[in-house]
């Protein structure tokens, strides 16, 4: 009896075209790398602790305390934890606030432009919280608190779009099998953010403080 079930599953895959495996495809990478993005946060945390303390990490008796600090954020590497842990909390306080205004907002406009604009606009606070301060050196609690809140209300805009897109794609017959397959996006998102991080974390905050010890040795040894 549970032959003629399977083949009614496999009739009802064979309905959806190559549209359907467009739409499917596309929210789904679309949401894998909102969450990848979501997900180095948490790689990267240590990096960005020894960033914020570099006076903790002073380890030469050459170089005075004051070039050291001269742009630190916070005076312990525990101090800089607690900091990145209360900016996980602002981040999905901001994420559950966002998910109720996204939902709403997704309605009643074009459910691409609202997911374009939020993926777009939350890489760019990524690139700012990111990059931008850093190429600047510029830390400031603040301003990272600021644009923590606005990328989980930036973020919130995947999930409502996404499932809203699929939910209007695919009939209630099929919808079972296709959203088992689809809602592993989040699970293949956290694994490829955690493999870019990795990958690439060594050319991140790692190396421009390296960059900037040298500089910063140069300059004791020419003051010499």
């Known amino acids: 009896m549970a032959w003629p079930h399977v083949f009614q599953r496999v009739s009802l895959l064979s309905q959806f075209s190559h549209h359907h495996v467009v739409v499917f495809l596309l929210t789904f990478f679309s949401y ?132 809203a897109v699929m939910g209007n794609w695919f009939g209630k017959a099929g919808r079972g099998v296709v959203f088992g397959l689809w809602s592993a996006c989040a699970s293949v998102g956290n694994i490829l953010g955690a493999c870019l991080a990795s990958s690439v974390l060594q050319y991140g905050y790692e190396v421009s403080r390296v960059l900037r010890q040298k500089k910063t040795l140069k300059k004791t040894h020419t003051g010499h």
Request: charged content about 10%.
């Open 32 to 163: 894998s790398l909102l969450h990848a993005s979501r997900k180095t946060f948490s790689n990267v945390k240590v990096s960005i602790s020894e960033q914020w303390t570099p006076s903790a990490f002073n380890t030469s008796v050459e170089l005075p305390v004051e070039i050291w600090s001269s742009n630190h954020l916070f005076p312990s590497a525990e101090k800089a934890t607690l900091f990145l842990g209360t900016l996980d909390t602002i981040f999905l306080f901001s994420y559950a606030v966002g998910l109720f205004i996204s939902g709403i907002v997704g309605d009643r406009l074009n459910l691409r432009w609202v997911l374009s604009f939020g993926m777009c606009s939350s890489a760019l606070v990524v690139f700012v919280f990111g990059a931008l301060t850093e190429w600047l050196h510029f830390y400031n609690k603040w301003l990272y608190c600021c644009l923590w809140i606005v990328n989980g209300l930036l973020q919130s805009t995947g999930w409502p779009c996404v499932v």
